[in-house]
């Protein structure tokens, strides 16, 4: 992913990038040299993602152990039109752009058909999700014998993550009063959000 110097964060930022969204596109090329890709909930845990594929779908079958695998987290998005940009108005050289924010997670992945790996990987899934909460459901709350009947029905995928790349264009290689453009015209389409990444600079 190209990425400016002024468009990258830290990798602390990308992390809890990735925990907020909590899920992403996970992209793996088969044996035949097929792409697939499939969005799935995921937890980034240390140098490595925990996810998980549906057993009857067909990227599962496909994934060879060890080959590499791309994990796309996608952000907020921004269509930017020129007519905002001051400079617009001072000499014309301006064009359209997208701003937005993405992390993308890149390493070796390995499947885990295995009832007690897909377990303990939807139990730490849940807890991720569910602690917030004033009342949090757990795993176990559910019957057991059902619980193992879902546990069959998915297969755990494991990334082993080599590199972590992040961008935040949120207009930061616009001058002061271009940006201002910017914030003036997303205030004025209600779009808050937007601004306030463009405040910050940050995914």
Do not use: C
């Amino acid at each position: 992913m190209y990425s400016p110097e002024h468009n990258r964060v830290d990798e602390q930022e990308a992390r809890d990038f990735v925990a907020a969204a909590a899920a992403g596109t996970l992209i793996t090329v088969g044996a035949d040299g097929t792409p697939d890709a499939t969005f799935v909930p995921v937890l980034w845990e240390g140098d490595r993602v925990l996810a998980h594929l549906a057993r009857a779908g067909e990227q599962w079958s496909r994934v060879v152990d060890g080959s590499q695998a791309l994990l796309v987290v996608q952000g907020p998005h921004r269509y930017i039109t020129p007519s905002w940009y001051a400079s617009k108005r001072e000499h014309g050289r301006v064009v359209p752009t997208w701003n937005y924010s993405a992390v993308q997670l890149r390493g070796t992945v390995q499947l885990h058909d295995d009832a007690a790996w897909t377990l303990d990987m939807v139990t730490r899934l849940t807890q991720a999700h569910e602690s917030p909460r004033e009342r949090p459901w757990a795993v176990d709350d559910a019957p057991a014998k059902w619980v193992d009947g879902r546990l069959r029905a998915i297969v755990g995928i494991e990334i082993a993550v080599k590199s972590v790349q992040a961008r935040a264009k949120w207009s930061q290689d616009k001058d002061a009063a271009d940006r201002a453009g910017v914030l003036e015209g997303l205030a004025g389409e209600g779009d808050e959000e937007s601004a306030d990444r463009v405040r910050r600079g940050r995914l």
